[in-house]
């Protein structure tokens, strides 16, 4: 079900959808009738296809990975993020997002996160929402901060060095 923000339409992928974004900005522009903006993602097919072959696994998995944040105004695909699956048994969710370069520190990510979480939230199983950033104060930590999340550990990672973990639990 797409997520209505304020400026943003949240479109959730199915195998339809992430097959024309791995084939190119051109299929998905046509596929989803939009322009594509440049860099519109950093985390790459890669992380398309991951979230393509999960879809493809199991149809409990449909509205727990890839959104695409469409902006109203421009019609336009301004970023990427979504969930890294269904809930766990003990009711947590993880939650990713950006936007690309052109679209930025205009609170768009901060609006496209909070509707992940009231959209997570709706779902009665989940408890807590999760999300990782690298351990640093960023513009991605910002985005934590405002929507209400605590960063409760410091990580070290041995791909990606010192990572904060962040949650925020249900109210």
């Not at 398309?48 to 696994?57: A, F, I, M, N, P």
């Not at 109203?72 to 695909?77: A, G, P, R, S, V």
């Not at 205009?106 to 009231?118: F, S, W």
Request: glycine share 8%; with cysteine; aromatic share 8%.
């Amino acid at each position: 079900m797409t997520i209505e923000t304020k400026n943003l339409k949240l479109i959730p992928c199915d195998t339809e959808i992430l097959k024309s974004a791995i084939q190119g900005n051109e299929n998905l522009a046509e596929k989803l009738n939009i322009s594509v903006q440049d860099n519109w993602t950093e985390f790459g097919v890669g992380a398309l296809e991951y979230s393509l072959d999960r879809l493809t696994e199991s149809e409990e998995q449909k509205n727990w990975w890839t959104y695409f944040p469409i902006h109203k105004q421009d019609n336009k695909l301004i970023g990427c993020g979504g969930y890294k699956g269904k809930p766990t048994n003990d009711g947590t969710v993880e939650l990713g997002y950006e936007i690309a370069p052109d679209y930025r520190n205009r609170g768009l990510a901060t609006e496209m996160a909070n509707g992940l979480i009231e959209n997570a939230f709706k779902d009665e199983r989940v408890k807590l929402i999760i999300a990782h950033t690298l351990g640093q104060d960023n513009p991605s930590t910002r985005v934590l901060q405002k929507c209400g999340f605590e960063k409760v550990e410091e990580i070290n990672d041995p791909d990606d060095g010192l990572i904060w973990k962040w949650e925020l639990k249900r109210q």
